[in-house]
């Protein structure tokens, strides 16, 4: 089975795009996140900073192999708002984001194909105002040595160009180093052939 590491994103939070249609103003917003966490804060803010406005709309997606998601209409009918916004999200193939639709209501309804419609085109134009980066998924362990090995380890950390995040130096050495997912299990195998480290994956 292929093990997938690699996922895109958003390098950091969008600048607002906004769409009009008939008097209503939708405005869209994304943002990069790591957990569900940062959702409710988020939507927070943005309820302060737009306290006149009806609706607040947004979708979600986390994490590569078992994506979680959510989408939200906040009181516009069913799957108007939240779906269309996370249509956007699995259209530009994005994970670890957030997308979020304000709604000033302009006083002339839309129906449900025009309320699609402008949350579709509100969550197209602010990913579209975003910066898309690639990331790994990396796996981490810890390193445990005598100092007189330290040649052996650096030896395979240079030739093996893996990422070495922490280390402390003294009789006893400790390392933490980073590795692509795909890769782990063959780094953990070269270093268990050195015989002289103990290694322990940490996440």
């Given amino acids: 089975m292929q093990i997938i590491d690699k996922f895109k994103t958003l390098e950091k939070p969008s600048a607002e795009a906004i769409f009009k249609d008939k008097g209503s103003k939708f405005i869209g917003y994304a943002y990069p996140i790591e957990s569900e966490k940062e959702v409710a804060p988020i939507i927070l803010k943005l309820k302060e900073s737009h306290h006149k ?91 445990q040595f005598d100092y007189i090995n330290m040649n052996k380890v650096m030896r395979l950390i240079k030739e093996k160009n893996i990422n070495l995040i922490h280390q402390e130096m003294e009789l006893d050495c400790k390392f933490e180093i980073s590795i692509r997912k795909k890769e782990a299990k063959n780094i953990k195998t070269a270093f268990d052939d050195l015989r002289c480290v103990k290694i322990k994956q940490i996440n």
């Fill in 53 to 143: 406005a009806r609706h607040w709309c947004y979708a979600w997606r986390l994490g590569v192999e078992n994506n979680s998601f959510r989408a939200n209409d906040d009181g516009e009918p069913n799957n108007s708002a939240g779906k269309p916004i996370y249509g956007q999200i699995l259209s530009f193939e994005l994970t670890n984001v957030l997308i979020v639709v304000v709604r000033y209501f302009g006083g002339t309804k839309l129906g449900v194909g025009g309320l699609i419609n402008a949350y579709k085109t509100a969550a197209n134009l602010a990913l579209n105002e975003s910066k898309i980066i690639s990331k790994t998924i990396d796996t981490h362990f810890d390193l």
